[in-house]
């Protein structure tokens, strides 16, 4: 369980399920299957299971008011991935944000419009600091 209030850190099949809720919107349990099965098969009661989990975990949200609960995140999609960020920086790169960026841009080809992308975004964080 998280401390302090925060939520916990997904693993890869609750980040899975995150990503259908983020990108659907609030849905049940079986819609939430029904979509993560069109990619690899999943029982149904993996689901139920891993949504009732992450809802200890205060990963998603329930609202029990009808016959069908209705989930949804409890974090924001962008807030989790700098949360799952700053833990890969701090474990992987000793903190250096610096050295993560670099490896990133080795890793994988970036296309120009992303490297422009990145440049606007460089320029507006470095004005920020100025």
């Known amino acids: 369980m ?3 209030g925060q939520t916990s850190r997904p693993t890869e ?5 995150l990503r259908v809720l983020w990108q659907r919107g609030q849905s049940t349990v079986r819609e939430v299957h029904d979509v993560l099965n069109e990619a690899k ?5 993996t689901v ?8 200890e975990k ?3 949200d329930r ?5 069908t609960h209705i989930y949804r995140p409890r974090v924001p999609e962008e807030k989790t991935q700098q949360q799952l960020v700053g833990h890969l ?6 903190g250096s944000a610096q050295r993560l ?16 992308q990145i440049r606007s975004l460089l320029d507006e964080i470095q004005g920020k600091q100025s």
Do not use: H, W
């Open 101 to 116: 960026v670099m490896q990133a841009l080795a890793t994988k080809k970036v296309s120009a419009e992303e490297l422009d």
């Open 63 to 67: 609202d029990a008011s009808s016959r």
């Open 89 to 94: 920086i701090d474990k992987a790169f000793s």
């Open 58 to 60: 205060k990963l998603l």
């Open 41 to 45: 098969e999943t029982g149904y009661t």
């Open 2 to 4: 998280a401390e302090n």
């Open 48 to 55: 139920l299971k891993l949504m009732q989990i992450m809802l």
């Open 13 to 17: 099949s609750e980040l899975a399920i």
